[in-house]
C-alpha cells in the first residue's frame, strides 16, 4: 500500500485523504443513514460472487459484506488513508494501492466488480468502464452504486435544492472541508440512467441495465461481461 504512483493524482483524492478517519461517520450522515442500506442492496443476490473487485474501496464496506461468500476479495482505492482505515477494520482483505482508470491487473482477473459511491468521482467515466472491462471474466458482473438525479422534474428539483443548500453545507460544517462543490459537481455532470448504460455498451459490456432506488436519489447499475 505504501508504492509510489507515477502520473497526475485522481481528483478528489486529497479530500478522501483529509477525511478517511471520519469517512464512515460523515457518509451516514450525509445520507442521512441510508448509505448502508443501499450497499446491501448492491450486493443482494450475490451468492457465490468468485474472486471479487471493491473498486475505489475507501474503507472497504462493500467488500466486507461479501467477504464470508467470495473466494477472494480485493480492495483497491489510490487513498493510502482510507486504504489504512481500511485494513484496521478488515486484515483479512487484501488492499492495493492503485488508480481506477490504470489498475495493476491482468486481463480478465476478477468474476465481480463493485463500485459503491466512487464511480462519478473518477475523471473519465468512459475509460473506466473500459478499464473495468478489461479486467472482468467473460460472464462476469459489474454493480455499481450512485447517488443520482431523480427524473421527476419536481423531485429533481427539490433534491438539487435539498443537495446544495441544505445537506452539502452541513456537511462541509461536519467534515471541516470544502467538500460542497466537489460533491455537487459530480453528481450533476455524472452521464446517469439511459446516457451512462449507452457508454456501458460502447465499453463492450453485453449487458446493461439500472434500478433506481428511492425514486431515483440513488442507482444500481448492473452490467455483465
Known amino acids: 500500500m505504501g508504492i509510489e504512483l507515477k502520473g497526475k493524482q485522481p481528483v478528489g483524492v486529497e479530500i478522501f485523504d483529509k477525511i478517511a478517519h471520519k469517512y464512515d461517520s460523515i457518509s451516514s450522515f450525509l445520507s442521512l443513514g441510508i448509505i448502508n442500506r443501499w ?116 423531485l429533481k428539483s427539490l433534491f438539487l435544492f435539498f443537495l446544495k443548500r441544505v445537506m452539502l453545507p452541513i456537511g462541509k460544517l461536519r467534515s471541516k472541508e470544502d467538500i460542497t462543490r466537489h460533491l455537487y459537481e459530480t453528481i450533476v455532470n455524472f452521464p446517469h440512467y439511459e446516457p451512462f448504460l449507452k457508454e456501458a455498451l460502447k465499453a463492450g459490456f453485453k449487458k446493461a441495465t439500472y434500478t433506481p432506488l428511492m425514486a431515483g436519489v440513488a442507482t444500481i447499475y448492473y452490467l455483465k461481461g
Do not use: W
Open 39 to 154: 450497499q446491501r442492496k448492491l450486493v443482494e443476490g450475490l451468492e457465490s460472487p468468485g474472486k471479487v473487485l471493491d473498486l475505489a474501496c475507501g474503507t472497504a464496506e462493500v467488500g466486507a459484506l461479501v467477504k464470508e461468500k467470495a473466494e477472494k476479495v480485493v480492495g483497491l482505492d489510490y487513498s493510502l488513508s482510507m486504504l489504512k482505515v481500511a485494513k484496521r477494520k478488515y486484515p483479512e482483505i487484501d488492499f492495493v494501492r492503485g488508480d481506477a482508470l490504470r489498475t495493476p491487473f491482468k486481463d480478465k482477473s476478477f468474476d465481480t466488480v463493485l463500485v459503491s459511491l466512487a464511480l462519478r468521482h473518477f475523471e473519465d467515466v468512459k475509460g473506466s468502464l473500459k478499464e473495468i472491462r478489461r479486467i472482468l471474466k467473460s460472464g462476469g458482473e459489474v454493480r455499481i452504486l450512485e447517488v443520482s438525479i431523480p427524473k421527476n422534474p419536481l
